[in-house]
Structure formats: structure tokens, C-alpha cells
């Protein structure tokens, strides 16, 4: 290359390194300046309220989609668990007491309404607010009228953009606390609609266990029946109504029949028991704990037979 070659190529490097420190130095003040107009103007006031404002929606909308998922969900699973337990009241008005009375009143009468209510579940219509568009908070926007604004910000020196800027900071301030109790109404009504729906899956446990348990006092019922049957056959040589009595069954199958009486009534409370109202949290979760203690009663009473 040469001598010369060399002393060019290092006039070269001298000049891009010259180069890019002007361009270093631009960019320092262009930034500088720009920094200056934001704050002489109001623009990173503005700026400010505009990452607020796009935070606060991505908020909402994040916990909406949340809301209306869950709220889908456990209406669903509300409205199940009250379906299974009229079916679950049905069963025992309409085919277990009908199947005891048949049986109890060839040893002595007992009356057994058919009439039985069900429970129904209602969805309260819920609204909540949502984030208002840009349009109804913002009192100034630099990125959509740049020209304007700017023109604003020379003529007034600021003082006119820097105070729009700040309202529109306070309005998107003010909008975010209105949002956040619109997120917390939400989280309220997810959190009582997950009590209801775990009181009533109780009771529909409740009634579905029920079922089976006084199905078993059903059988040993009909036993006795029969045993009464045969044993009236056997001395008396005919069908005597006397002698169909509990007091000629052995100890052990008379505590069954009054096994089968007293769970009877229990469960006939707990199916002519009707939730005042299904939205109501504090009504539900009384009737799941008196159900409780019902179904613990009858639970008692079979295991003791």
C-alpha cells in the first residue's frame, strides 16, 4: 500500500471516528431538546397519562375476560347442582316415600304428602362500568394532533398544553380508581358465586347419599313386611291386620321400622325445605349447614338401626 496508502487510511479512520461523534453529539442534543419541549409543552405529562391510561385497559379487559370465564362456569355448575337436587326431591317424594308408605300402611297408616318444591337459580343481570375511550378523557392529545399542539405550546409557552396534559393525567388517575372498584365488584361476585356453588354441591351430596342410605331402610322394610307376612300365615293361618304390628317383630327389626319412620321425617323437612334465595350467599350457606346436620341425624339414625 504504501506510505501514502497508509497516511489515507488514517485520515479515513480520523474522519469516521469524527463522523460518528457528531452523530453522538446530534443525538445528545436532539434528545436534550426534545426532553426540553416535552417538559416546556406538557407532552411527558401526556405521555405519562397515555402509558397509564393503555395499563389500566389491559387491566381491565385481562380481568373481564377472567370474569366473564369464571361467572360462565359456576352459573353453569350452580345451575346443575340445583338440577340434580330436584331430581335427587323428586326421587324421594315421588318413588321412596310412596314405596315406605306403601309398605308402612299394611302395618299401620301414615300419611305422605306428594307434594315437594324445587329450588331455582336466577342470575342476578350484572353491569359494571367499562375504561371510557380516550376521547372522553383525554383534554389534549399530542400524538394525534401533533401540529396543533405544537402550535398551542409556541403561542401559549406552554402554559396552556402543560395544564391540558395535567388534567388528562388527573381524568386517566380518576378513571383508574373507577376501574379498580369495578375489578373488585367483579372479584366479589366470582368469590360469592363460589360459596353458593360449593353450599349447593354439599347438598346435592346431601341428597344424592340420602338416597342410597334409605334405599338399604327400604329393603330391610320390606323384609319385615314379609316377615310379618309370614308369620301371621303361619299362626293365624290367614291375614289378621292385628297381628301386622311392629310389636310382634323381633327388637333388632323394630328399631329398623323406626329407623325408617324417623329418617323419613327428617328427610321430608329437608325436601320441603326451599332456599329463600339461590343469590343470596349468606341464605345459601345457612341451608347447606342445616342440611348438614339433618343429613348427619338421618346418618346416625340408619347406622344405629
Not at 154 to 163: E, M, P, Q, S, V
Request: aromatic share 10%; with cysteine; hydrophobic share 35%.
Amino acid at each position: 500500500m504504501g506510505i501514502w496508502g497508509n497516511i489515507k487510511e488514517k485520515f479515513k479512520s480520523a474522519g469516521r471516528k469524527v463522523k460518528e461523534k457528531c452523530k453522538s453529539v446530534g443525538r445528545k442534543v436532539a434528545r436534550a431538546c426534545t426532553n426540553m419541549w416535552n417538559k416546556f409543552s406538557g407532552k411527558d405529562t401526556f405521555k405519562e397519562a397515555e402509558e397509564l391510561y393503555e395499563k389500566m385497559s389491559n387491566k381491565y379487559n385481562r380481568h373481564k375476560r377472567k370474569f366473564d370465564e369464571e361467572l360462565e362456569r359456576y352459573i353453569d355448575s350452580i345451575e346443575k347442582h340445583v338440577e340434580r337436587i330436584n331430581s335427587s326431591k323428586e326421587i324421594i317424594k315421588t318413588d321412596l316415600f310412596v314405596r315406605m308408605a306403601e309398605n308402612m300402611e299394611k302395618i299401620h297408616d301414615v300419611v305422605i304428602s306428594e307434594d315437594f318444591t324445587i329450588e331455582s337459580y336466577k342470575q342476578a343481570v350484572l353491569s359494571f362500568d367499562s375504561v371510557r375511550d380516550k376521547e372522553a378523557l383525554y383534554k389534549i392529545d399530542f400524538n394525534k394532533y401533533k401540529f396543533k399542539t405544537s402550535i398551542q405550546a409556541f403561542f401559549t409557552l406552554g402554559f396552556y398544553t402543560r395544564k391540558k396534559a395535567k388534567e388528562t393525567l388527573y381524568a386517566v388517575q380518576e378513571e383508574e380508581g373507577k376501574i379498580n372498584n369495578e375489578i373488585a365488584k367483579m372479584n366479589a361476585e366470582i368469590k360469592k358465586l363460589e360459596v353458593i356453588d360449593k353450599s349447593l354441591e354439599n347438598v346435592d351430596y346431601y341428597f344424592e347419599t340420602l338416597i342410597g342410605m334409605y334405599e338399604k331402610l327400604l329393603v330391610r322394610l320390606d323384609n319385615n313386611v314379609n316377615y310379618l307376612f309370614v308369620r301371621c300365615l303361619n299362626f293365624a293361618h290367614k291375614l289378621v291386620h292385628k297381628e301386622m304390628s311392629v310389636r310382634r317383630l323381633p327388637k333388632i327389626q323394630q328399631e329398623e321400622v323406626e329407623a325408617i319412620v324417623t329418617a323419613s321425617k327428617i328427610l321430608k323437612k329437608m325436601t320441603d325445605a326451599q332456599i329463600v334465595s339461590i343469590s343470596d350467599t349468606n341464605n345459601v350457606k345457612k341451608h347447606a349447614e342445616d342440611m348438614k346436620k339433618q343429613f348427619e341425624e338421618i346418618k346416625n339414625v340408619v347406622n344405629a338401626a
